[in-house]
């Protein structure tokens, strides 16, 4: 099990590039004019390019077992976190305009690449990682099609349209052409093209969060914390949903690497990425830094005790 010293150094990368881009936005390097083109870079292009290299030839979506459940409960957890922090946010009176779909959307999402891609590599070996990689398949068509519904607020009979969107269509077409066998008559040059793009989609991403988190920090720094979003995110975020997903590591019927997989992902705080998607599809990016700073600066704390518990729960 790492240390703390040892998860500051896997997790701080990710928070010195956000720092990067808050230093970026405060010299007027990068403009908020410049912000939706950028945005749409990302995920029209960059993030396309890059689901498109990390499915594509994956030799974990070649074993049948795998190709099904990992994805399927990635789907199903993050799609009932979702609608579960939805629910809870018309309890606690948050009001639709106001911030509630953004809560949802940010708090039902955690973060399934950024630290887990790193931990899961130390822990376990290119095993598991390979079954991680083939659950966040799940995790990607849930952003992109639930969860953007949720977001803008549409039901999918006015919404089916949101779903034809680069990431899915990315992720789409990548899962088709494994199963079609043509993954190693991609030609080369293409494959380095699509990594190019798709290595440049994380940093800048990183960036442009930085950015608008900037904007908050610059005008009201005080916006980061919200006396009802802040804490309801971490209940539910950091306590509630972790045990029922170390619930189903412990009873599913499930593979030894799957289980690590499922109490990895448990441990999770919120991730960063629905900061940018909540400003390019309307949603309030200042409910969505609330939900994504607070858990994830508790999570430094919180991710090695979900481990252990986890862990030593599933026999693990």
């Known amino acids: 099990m790492p240390t703390y010293w040892e998860l500051l150094q ?10 990067i881009g808050i230093a970026i936005r405060r010299f007027e390097w990068l403009t908020e004019a410049a912000d939706q083109s950028l945005l749409n870079v990302v995920v029209k292009f960059l993030y396309p390019c890059l689901i498109f290299e990390s499915v594509l030839g994956n030799p974990a979506l070649r074993v049948p077992s ?9 789907f199903a957890t993050m799609v009932f976190g979702v609608i579960a922090a939805l629910f809870c946010g018309r309890i606690l009176g948050m009001k639709i305009g106001e911030g509630r779909r953004t809560f949802a959307f940010t708090t039902g999402i955690y973060n399934y690449g950024y630290i887990p891609i790193p931990l899961i590599t130390a822990l376990y070996g290119r095993e598991t990682l ?3 990689l083939v659950f966040n398949v799940g995790c990607e068509a849930a952003i992109w099609t639930v969860g953007i519904l949720v977001l803008c607020g549409l039901p999918l009979s006015k919404g089916w349209r949101l779903l034809a969107n680069p990431p899915v269509c990315a992720l789409l077409a990548a899962v088709a052409t494994n199963l079609c066998g043509l993954a190693p008559r991609v030609p080369e040059v293409a494959i380095n ?15 442009l969060i930085g950015a608008t988190l900037g904007d908050i920090v610059f005008e009201k720094p005080s916006a980061l914390l919200d006396k009802l979003a802040t804490p309801a995110a971490c209940i539910l975020r950091l306590l509630l949903l972790p ?12 593979s030894p690497e799957l289980r690590r997989v499922i109490i990895m992902q448990a441990a999770m705080p919120a991730a960063i990425l629905p900061v940018v998607i909540a400003k390019h599809y309307g949603g309030r990016a200042e409910t969505a830094a609330q939900v ?7 999570g430094l704390l919180i991710i090695p005790l979900w481990l252990r518990i986890g862990l030593a729960w599933a026999g693990q």
């Open 10 to 19: 896997l997790i701080a990368p990710i928070f010195l590039v956000v720092g």
């Open 66 to 74: 795998n190709l099904l459940l990992p994805p399927l409960i990635g």
């Open 130 to 132: 390979g079954v991680l």
């Open 193 to 207: 093209v699509i990594h190019l793009c798709g290595v440049c989609a994380i940093p800048m991403g990183l960036i």
């Open 243 to 254: 045990a029922i997903m170390l619930l189903i590591a412990k009873y599913l019927p499930a």
């Open 292 to 298: 994504a700073v607070a858990t994830n600066l508790l």
